[in-house]
């Protein structure tokens, strides 16, 4: 980072409609353009934006590249709200010495309970019940109808166990699962212990899994982790469930796996190519699908919300923690 002139006033840009009160927060130490709708920007809205601050608290939908950042020698941090961080090119954002930073732990525990969430949903049919509900299809129960699979005492999956795959598997004890889980690397014995988890390689997780969460990044490796091939390797009758980012999932074989009965439900709070749907998806009925609201408790949005503009503040030089932003994603740029 460059040194900071504390005579000019910073400038940031907040790019989507933020809590007012951290608006305020910011505004303490900055000048603030805040946007009032959630806007799509092409990556030269994006580009002459970021030209005019000091720093920027982006939301997931703002990609930043080399491009975006071509010819960009004002900008100095970038807040990102979430966890996930694929929406930025941080080979692009050191060569111009931009420090990032994201949101973890604030939203681990909330988004663990929204993938049980999804899990429970898709599994006992949820969804699928209150539409034919609220159609008045509803004449009488009928004890052989609505049939669904058991979540209790099942073998549940988790590809990816990172934090919030170990939130997840905590979860597992309560409804009696034994828990499987794939990772890049194991997790050491005690956190194993605790999360009560087996390490397996994928194509048994995939073969022994009930049901499977994924929480794994996304990262050009990870492009559909689970395709046609996975997917043909797990149990017909098993539940999917992704709220890790869409693209981990080739959603056009999910689909075609949930229509022709190779798999039983999905639960999906991530798309590929969001917020478009694919066609298909959007056809079946046993798929539970939500619009990427995996951490939205008021709570937990308030609380990324403030540890991005803390991580803003701080990287930009100010508040008790100047120069130290809690959470950098490349804190390499902070030492330069
Ligand atoms: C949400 O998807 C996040 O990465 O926090």
Same mark, same amino acid.
């Given at each position: 980072m460059g040194t900071i002139d504390m005579n000019h006033p910073q400038r940031v840009w907040v790019s989507r409609p933020l809590f007012p009160e951290v608006v305020a927060k910011l505004a303490e130490h900055f000048e603030v353009l805040a946007e009032s709708e959630d806007q799509r920007r092409s990556p030269e809205q994006l580009r002459a934006k970021l030209?005019?601050?000091?720093?920027a608290l982006l939301g997931l939908a703002d990609r930043v590249d080399a491009a975006v950042l071509a010819g960009n020698r004002r900008l100095k941090a970038i807040a990102n709200l979430g966890v996930g961080y694929n929406n930025l090119d941080i080979d692009a954002l050191n060569a111009a010495g931009i420090v990032a930073t994201n949101t973890p732990d604030v939203l681990t525990e909330s988004v663990a309970d929204y993938a049980w969430a999804l899990l429970l949903a898709a599994a006992r049919r949820v969804s699928a019940a209150e539409r034919w509900l609220r159609a008045g299809h509803w004449q009488g129960m009928r004890f052989d109808d609505w049939l669904s699979v058991d979540v209790h005492g099942k073998a549940l999956g988790i590809l990816g166990m990172g934090r919030i795959g170990q939130a997840v598997a905590r979860r597992a004890a309560g409804f009696g699962m034994a828990v499987s889980y794939h990772n890049r690397r194991p997790l050491p014995a005690e956190l194993e212990q605790a999360c009560r988890a087996r390490y397996v390689d994928k194509p048994t997780l995939l073969r022994e899994s009930d049901h499977l969460v994924l929480v794994l990044p996304f990262t050009p490796e990870n492009r559909h982790a689970i395709g046609a091939p996975e997917l043909a390797a797990m149990k017909p009758t098993a539940v999917l469930v992704n709220i890790?980012?869409?693209? %981990?999932?080739?959603d056009a074989a999910l689909a075609a796996a949930l229509r022709e009965g190779r798999l039983g439900a999905a639960g999906l709070d991530v798309f590929e190519g969001e917020p478009a749907v694919h066609a298909d998806l959007l056809k079946l009925d046993n798929v539970v699908l939500s619009p990427h609201i995996a951490s939205a408790t008021a709570d937990t949005r308030r609380a990324m919300a403030s540890l991005a503009a803390d991580n803003l503040i701080a990287a930009l030089g100010r508040g008790p923690r100047a120069g130290r932003p809690?959470?950098? %994603?490349?804190?390499a740029v902070l030492a330069k």
């Open positions: 030209a005019e601050v000091d720093g890790a980012r869409g693209g %981990i999932v080739d809690p959470t950098p %994603i490349n804190p």
